[in-house]
C-alpha cells in the first residue's frame, strides 16, 4: 500500500507514536510519504528518523506565519501554479464553504504542493482532527486521492480554541472514511462532535518494547528515591501539582530527588515555583532529551508521575503514552482520574490515579510509595505485563494494516462489522 501521513511538527521527539506508526509500515513493506505543517527539531532527532531516511520522504505544506509574508508568497505561488488546475485553486480559496481553514491560506498553500505532486494513495492517515478537517477538504476539491483515516489523540477533541466551526466538522465526518481514537474517552468525545460511531475504531498509540528493558525497582542502601515526570510543560500536564505533591512529601522524607524531562512555555513560572516553596536543590528541569536518554532516565528512576488537569482553555491529556513507557519499564506510576490515563493505568496495581489538582491526595500515595518500596517491583511487573498485552507497537501496527485494507476493500459490511467490533 501508499500511505501518507498528514501531521503538523516532522521530525518531533514528543511523539514517537506518529514516528512508530510510519516505520512499522515501512518495515512492513509499505510506501510511506510524510506531510508536515511545519519543520520540527532537526538537531535532537530519533535515531529511526536517519535510520529510515525520513526527512527524504517529508514535505512541508504550511503556510508562513507572517500575514504580510503569507500574503505576498501566495500572490507568487498562483502564479506560478494557476495554470496547473486553476479550478483547484479557487476552490481552496471558497471562505463560504471552508471558513477559516481557507480565509487563512491554509488550503490553499497546500494545494500548491501537491499540484506539483498530484499524488495518488490507499491511504491518508491524519494525526489530530484539525489535519483530518485539512485532508478531507483536500480530497474533496480533488487534489488528492485516498481513503482518509483521522486519528483524534485527545486535544484535539477538547481544546475550544483548535475547534473548526461545526459546519466544517460536519463536512468532514460526511466525506471521512474511518477514525480512531486512542481511549474512550477521546472517541466518545468525537462522538460528541458528530464522528459517526460506526466509523470510529478505538486504536491505542504503541510503543516498541524492545526500546524498553524492564527491571525490577529496588531501593539500595543510602541511595536517593528518583523521581520522574517526561511531559511537555504546558498547563494540562500539571507539574505545579506534582513539583507541590513532591514538596509537601520531602517534608518528611529528604532523600527525593525529582527530575522533569520536556519545555514549554510554562518552564519559568515552574522554575519560580520551586524556588518559592525552597525545594530548588531537589526538583531539577532537564529539558528536551532523544529517546534513549529518556529511557536511561526511565532506568535510573523508581516512580514516575504525571499529575494531567484540565486545563482553562478546556484542553484536556488524550492518552498519556509516556505513562506505558514508564510501565513498560517496571516503573509504579502516580497520576489522576483525567479522561483517557484510566484506559492505560491498572489503578491499586501497576500504581495510583487520584483525582485532578488534589495535591494532598497525590502527596500521600507518594508517601505511600516511598515508604513502600517493596511494593515496587510487584507494580512494576504488573504494568509491564499490562502494556505487552494492550501497547505492543508490533501487534498495534499489525491491526493498523488490517484497518487499512478493511477501508480500501469495496465490500461496505465487512467495514461496518470490523469498525463496530472495536470500538469500546
Request: hydrophobic letters at 40%; one cysteine or more; aromatic letters at 10%.
Amino acid at each position: 500500500m501508499k500511505v501518507a501521513f498528514f501531521v503538523n511538527q516532522f521530525p518531533t521527539l514528543s511523539e514517537t507514536f506518529i514516528l512508530n506508526q510510519i516505520t512499522g509500515l515501512i518495515d512492513r513493506g509499505h510506501e510511506v510519504d510524510i506531510y508536515a505543517n511545519q519543520p520540527g527539531d532537526t538537531i535532537k532527532m530519533h535515531s529511526n528518523v536517519l535510520n529510515y531516511s525520513l526527512l527524504e520522504r517529508t514535505y512541508y505544506v504550511g503556510k508562513p506565519n507572517n500575514r504580510l509574508w503569507r500574503g505576498f508568497k501566495a500572490f507568487n505561488l498562483l502564479f506560478m501554479n494557476f495554470w496547473r488546475n486553476p479550478i483547484v485553486m479557487l476552490r481552496s480559496l471558497n471562505i463560504f464553504k471552508y471558513g477559516e481553514i481557507s480565509a487563512s491560506l491554509t488550503l490553499f498553500y497546500a494545494v500548491a504542493k501537491f499540484l506539483e505532486k498530484k499524488p495518488v494513495y490507499d491511504i491518508i492517515h491524519c494525526h489530530f482532527a484539525p489535519n483530518g478537517v485539512k485532508g478531507s477538504i483536500l480530497r474533496e476539491i480533488g487534489v488528492i486521492q485516498g481513503n482518509i483515516v483521522t486519528t483524534f489523540h485527545g486535544y484535539d477533541v477538547n481544546e475550544k480554541s483548535l475547534m473548526y466551526n461545526k459546519e466544517i466538522y460536519k463536512l468532514t465526518f460526511s466525506i471521512g472514511d474511518l477514525y480512531t481514537t486512542n481511549t474512550t474517552f477521546t472517541g466518545n468525545k468525537a462522538i460528541k462532535l458528530g464522528c459517526p460511531v460506526d466509523k470510529l475504531v478505538k486504536l491505542p498509540v504503541g510503543l516498541d518494547l524492545s526500546q524498553y528493558t524492564f527491571q525490577k525497582r529496588q531501593l539500595c542502601p543510602n541511595e536517593a528515591i528518583k523521581i520522574l515526570t517526561v511531559a511537555r510543560l504546558v498547563e494540562k500536564k500539571g507539574i505545579e501539582y506534582s513539583i507541590r505533591a513532591i514538596a509537601s512529601v520531602l517534608k518528611d522524607y529528604s532523600n527525593l530527588e525529582y527530575q522533569i524531562v520536556g519545555d514549554g512555555p510554562l518552564r519559568e513560572s515552574l522554575e519560580k515555583l520551586v524556588i518559592e516553596l525552597k525545594v530548588i536543590n531537589k526538583v531539577k528541569f532537564l529539558g528536551w532529551q532523544t529517546q534513549d536518554e529518556v529511557c536511561q532516565l526511565y532506568a535510573d528512576s523508581h516512580i514516575f508521575i504525571l499529575s494531567s488537569v484540565t486545563a482553562f482553555n478546556g484542553d484536556q491529556e488524550g492518552q498519556g503514552l509516556v505513562l506505558q513507557e514508564a510501565q513498560a519499564m517496571g516503573l509504579p506510576v502516580l497520576s489522576t482520574l483525567h479522561n483517557g490515563i484510566p484506559d492505560g493505568v491498572l489503578d491499586g496495581k501497576s500504581g495510583f490515579l487520584v483525582p485532578e489538582k488534589d495535591v494532598d491526595a497525590l502527596a500521600d500515595k507518594l508517601r505511600y510509595l516511598v515508604e513502600h518500596p517493596e511494593s515496587w517491583a510487584s507494580m512494576g511487573l504488573a504494568g509491564r505485563t499490562f502494556v505487552e498485552e494492550h501497547y505492543d507497537i508490533n501487534k498495534l501496527n499489525n491491526r493498523l494494516v488490517e484497518i487499512y485494507k478493511n477501508i480500501s476493500h469495496t465490500n461496505t459490511e465487512q467495514k461496518t462489522a470490523l469498525t463496530a467490533s472495536v470500538y469500546i
